[in-house]
């Protein structure tokens, strides 16, 4: 039983410090690890957003250039000469017409490497005109064309062959005479779809995606990760329509970056496995050093909980000699403040109790002995055991200043009850033992009950029996007020000076005494020996005009009085 109890308190105290140490570690682990990775994020977020600002700059300025072009040559007057031509009288338009419009056009374009090619189209969107090597058919029979411009994806045939179609975004603007205003037809200059990809392309690897998507969802450009017009199955849930944006997938981080001109957007799509794989060793090496952190700490718990408990342990190994009639003092010395304190106020209580026991077993008197019965009965090793098994509670809960509390008072109670084994002491001294006893019951019943003490100032130096009052507060506590349910105790305790008697005035709030057993206390062998042996005292020191009433209180509880003849310290008893 003693081993298990002791075992408890160490393994107790150890797993409080071990987990704490490792919330402590843990929380530091995760809190790090959250930073580290928000950091890598945050990097590789700005690291990606500055490519699809890149890409999206270098195809804004594809874009803007196409539309520079259109303007020079809608607004090219040879141009607008033949079409008019051409609308006028369309057998007069011949080859050589033809070729004089491919060389103006061309004379504009001047090769520019980004340019499919550019078409010339009536108002009834017959072909006039086309740079492509292999027109595709149908022109512009499929395209629902509008009073602006526009951009549209579309298909044409390879610039080396007619057998290999490419995808390509042209720009469709109709023009106009810039004499008159008429409808003269319709432009298209196409960017081929490799032209855009290839500002991209080196950009990607292995655990990355880049494609750009039309509104739809539809890809119109890749990096060759995805098929071109395949549908982006993740479009409604990534895209913030009309905003560039940032989000995390189940699998990747995407990214887009909203393209005004065209309502479409870039995607950039970057699998989180391998964008995390090389902070893997990272991560491995940190979860090493927090395993080696929580076997310190649980090292340091044990080491920690070991030095503070050992000393409690050697306390209640000394409390069973005590038992078995061993009354040497603990011969262990402590630098601790704390449980040096304790360890000397144990000794002191111990030699006292040594002493008062030899003073008391050498009296020879009646008035000796019943002294002795009363000490043995107040002082006895139940009290002593009660309150060193509180302390190893409160040392079991770290509750430092509850614990020091108890030990002070346990330790008042005994010097001042002790006294060098002196019968007499002052009214002061007696009080001062009963608001230690108290004070000691308070904590061991935590909020059952409170006191309050009333002395006339005139009264603290007179002479009075030791314990007249503790046996009395001893049986309101146990029999009275612990046996409250619902309200709160309350202890009175009042000292009156009547006609050259001190009178102690003991009211509790408690249960009461039964009317049968109010005549029976004063005459119990058992339970009340306590009340029995004060007043037997009082009449043997003082008279048989002296003595203990006790009573029930006239609303609730219960009323005891002491009465003592008042006399000055020193003065003869009789």
Known sequence: MKKRGIESINKRFFKSMSLVTITFVLILFLASSSIFYRHIFSLESDSSTSQL?????????FLESVDNYSKTIISDSRIQSYVRKYNSNRQKFDAVSQLNIKNEINHVIQSTPFVHSVSLYSTDLSLIVTT???PYPGGLGQVPVVEDEMWVPRLK?????????VHALSLIRPFYNYSTGALLGYMEIAIPEEAISAIYKDKSNSFSKLFIVDNTGTVQSSDGSIKLAESYRDFPGIIQFHQSGRKLGH??????QYIPALDWYIIYEINLYNFLKPT??????????VFLCIIASLSLSHRVSKTITSPIYRLVSHTQKIKEGNWSPVQEAYSDSDIGLLFEEFNSMIAAQEKLKNDLLAAQKLKAQLSLDLLQQQVNPHFLYNSLDNICSLAEIDEKETLLDLVMNLS???RQGLSNGEFQ?????????TKSYLNILKIRYFNLFD???LCEETLLSCSCLKFLLQPVVENSIYHGIKELTGRKGYLEIRVQEAQERIIFTIYDNGIGIPPEKESQILNSENSHFGIKNIHQRIQLYYGSDYGLEIKNAPDIGCLVTITIKKQEVGSNVL
């Open 53 to 61: 600002n890149y890409i999206s700059e270098q195809l804004g300025y």
């Open 132 to 134: 492509e090597i292999y």
């Open 157 to 165: 045939y390879s610039k080396h062959s007619h057998r290999q179609k």
């Open 251 to 256: 699998s990747s981080i995407v990214l887009s």
């Open 280 to 289: 893997f060793t990272t991560f491995i090496i940190s979860i090493l050093i």
């Open 412 to 414: 008042a109670f005994y």
């Open 425 to 433: 002491i002052t009214v002061r001294e007696e009080l001062e033992i």
């Open 451 to 453: 006191y309050h003490i």
